[in-house]
């Protein structure tokens, strides 16, 4: 079956540091790769998406490029805000079944001023 | 307008009754879903519905069960409520097509049984 590994946390990052939040994924096909975000005491939200090899995402300054040969999409960004303080969470869809979505565990950022 | 809309936002109850929860969208999608969030942050996929089919149901109790009356209304009905039952429950939907299938989540219902 289908599965996500994301990198464990929690992560605490001080501002305007690099922020990497790796994420790995086992899938038959070519799924679409995403990237959520869940704020305190909300749902999620999107984040970024890529749909096919070599794709990058990108968002409010977060990137992430599809990369089938490690069959990875690592989320980064250059300099993280106190205001990114949240739960990450990978995911995929095989597009085969359109309701068959697989997360990740989610990695918890929080970043101090 | 709010795209994705939980009813309701929290709820408290005891061991062995029957809740239901809520879920409408307004983006005219085709799939929506269940997901249940644990303490630890896991999210689990319960059930999704397109045009008001199943099309996966994940190993849940046979407790739970999903009616949807219409293709924008995704009910969540809780029988025999267990203490393992608290979480958020979330609803999502999303538009389908070939490449996309980017999820909208609804803000969550805070479910505790005691």
């Known amino acids: 079956g289908n599965s996500v590994t994301q990198m464990e946390g929690p992560v605490t990052l001080s501002e305007e540091a690099f922020l990497t939040i790796n994420c790995t994924y086992t899938a038959t096909g070519y799924p679409s790769l995403f990237w959520y975000v869940q704020y305190p005491g909300e749902g999620l939200q999107l984040l970024l998406k890529?749909?096919?090899?070599?794709d990058k995402g990108s968002n409010k300054g977060f990137e992430a490029t599809y990369r089938k040969e490690t069959t990875s999409f690592h989320l980064e960004k250059g300099s993280v805000q106190v205001s990114d303080s949240a739960v990450y969470f990978c995911a995929l869809t095989p597009r085969a079944n359109a309701g068959k979505s697989t997360f990740g565990d989610g990695t918890t950022l929080t970043v101090k001023p | 307008d709010t795209a994705v809309s939980q009813t309701p936002k929290y709820l408290v109850t005891q061991m062995g009754n029957d809740k239901s929860i809520k879920c409408e969208q307004n983006?005219?999608?085709?799939?929506m879903y269940w997901y249940k969030q644990d303490s630890k942050k896991f999210l689990k996929i319960m059930f999704s519905y397109n045009n008001k089919e199943l099309i996966i149901n994940e190993t849940v109790p046979n407790r739970f069960s999903p009616k949807s009356p219409d293709k924008a209304h995704l009910n969540l009905h809780i029988n025999s409520l267990e203490l393992g039952d608290s979480a958020v429950y979330f609803c999502?939907?999303?538009?389908?097509?070939?490449?996309?299938?980017?999820?909208?989540f609804g803000p969550g219902t805070r479910l505790t049984v005691t």
């Open positions: 999502a939907s999303s538009p389908g097509g070939v490449l996309s299938y980017e999820q909208y």
């Open positions: 890529a749909t096919k090899a070599d």
């Open positions: 983006l005219g999608h085709d799939t």
